[in-house]
Nanobody, 123 residues
């Protein structure tokens, strides 16, 4: 059973920042595809950013560069840094991983999901 464990969500005011973390099995840090998705109530779960084991990165272009995905190989951790947060960023954020590293686009189809961490941005 592959376990992905997110942390770092919370409540912030508009304009604030948060950093989400996801502890992942080492396999996905050294190979495969990892990413972050989010889902607001009543909406579909959509990809935000993805990174493959080469370090190739894709983002949802509507984010206008406000989010940064990265990984720490030594800590087996995936990060999502979020800046200049807006109320519309409010959602449950999920870490995701897939065995196949090719085609690691923002809306990739994960094999595994984390339990989610809530991000709430107030105006």
């Amino acid at each position: 059973q592959v376990r992905l464990v997110e942390s770092g969500g919370g409540s912030v005011q508009a304009g604030g920042s948060l950093r989400l973390s996801c502890l992942v099995p080492g396999f996905y840090i050294h190979s495969g595809c990892m990413g972050w998705f989010r889902q607001a109530p009543g909406n579909k779960r959509l990809g935000v950013a993805a990174i493959n084991y080469y370090g190739d990165i894709n983002y949802d272009r509507s984010l206008d560069g406000r989010f940064t995905i990265s990984k720490d190989i030594a800590k087996n951790t995936l990060y999502l840094e979020m800046f200049n947060l807006k109320p519309e960023d409010t959602a449950m954020y999920y870490c995701a991983a897939r065995d196949e590293w090719r085609g690691c686009v923002t809306q990739f189809d994960p094999d595994y999901w984390g339990q989610g961490t809530q991000v709430t941005v107030s105006s």
